[in-house]
């Protein structure tokens, strides 16, 4: 069988803390093929983005991966010194933070960082890279593209800037993009314009794509598989479309419940009991054990990843055996 493009394997990263080390991304693994959109889900301080992070070897002190592989076309990334990672990034492998000011240099025009990004990966002359630059502007909806090119990154607002920076993501077809909750600061017509460009991008190229969110309508509408992030581990996995309308573990079926759009009308939502555990101070076994109804001796063992069948996982002694009501 074909390898898969990308491939995390027990993946480990910790920051250090006056409590001990926290598991920010704590023992997770996952595939991902040429083409594919994965979305990867939970709430705030559940460990999407550091994953993303430790992917492309941006974990910064006190944090640091601690163990496992990151396999990308069977080169282990985290092996990569500074001047290897540096070739792949940008090049080969894309990040959309979801503060654009991490993407853009304050002091330089946008056609120099379009243009020297360009240059740096590619023969381009000028003049081609300049008008490749303006026709990807077009593409993630900034009007008057050969104006804005001009700009300095102060003189756009935050919304145009993070068009630039998906933008600059996309210039060069990367193998593989990880977006960091980049829509976030946009508006949902310009959402809707920059998803549909990503989806097209990746059926006609075969980039893959890890989009983070905490948007599960964004999710089911775009990516191909999901996986449910709490406390630093993955806790369900599979084809969006069956884990969305039949989730098997107790945290995506209250993330599903929690919406509104999810109740009837004038029906109070069902949110999810408690909070979520500080990582320095995780609880044995399952982590979302003390927020679940149906926790039980059993669970005071961390469940493992285990296969349902279809390509779906779920980490959870008490599956949710039927659809949602």
Known sequence: MRAPLL???????EFRTPKGPARAV???????????ILGLVGESGSGKSVTGFSILGLVEPPGRVTSGKVLFQGLDLLTLDAEGLRRLRGNRIAMIFQDPMMTLNPVLRIDTQMIETLQAHTDLSRDAARQRARDVL????????DERLLCYPHQLSGGM?????????LLLDPDLIIADEPTTALDVTIQAQ???????????????LIWISHDLGVVAGLADKIAVMYAGR?????????????????YTQGLLRSLPSANRRG??????????????????????????????THCEARPPLADHGAGRQAACFHPVSAEMP
């Not at 491939?7 to 990263?13: G, K, R």
């Open 138 to 145: 077009a593409k993630v909806g900034i009007p008057a593209p």
């Open 26 to 36: 704590d023992a997770i693994s996952f595939d991902l093929e040429k083409g594919e």
């Open 194 to 208: 920059i998803l549909s460009e990503v989806q097209t991008l990746c059926r006609t190229t075969g980039t893959a």
């Open 161 to 169: 800037r993070q068009r630039v920076a998906i933008a600059i993501a």
């Open 7 to 13: 491939s995390v394997q027990n993946l480990v990263t």
């Open 234 to 250: 993955i806790v369900e996995f599979g084809p969006t479309d069956q884990t969305l309308a039949a989730p098997l573990h107790r």
């Open 267 to 296: 029906v109070r939502l069902q949110q999810i009991s408690g909070m979520t555990p500080g990582l320095a101070a995780l609880p044995p076994g399952c982590a979302f054990a003390p927020r679940c109804q149906t926790a039980d």
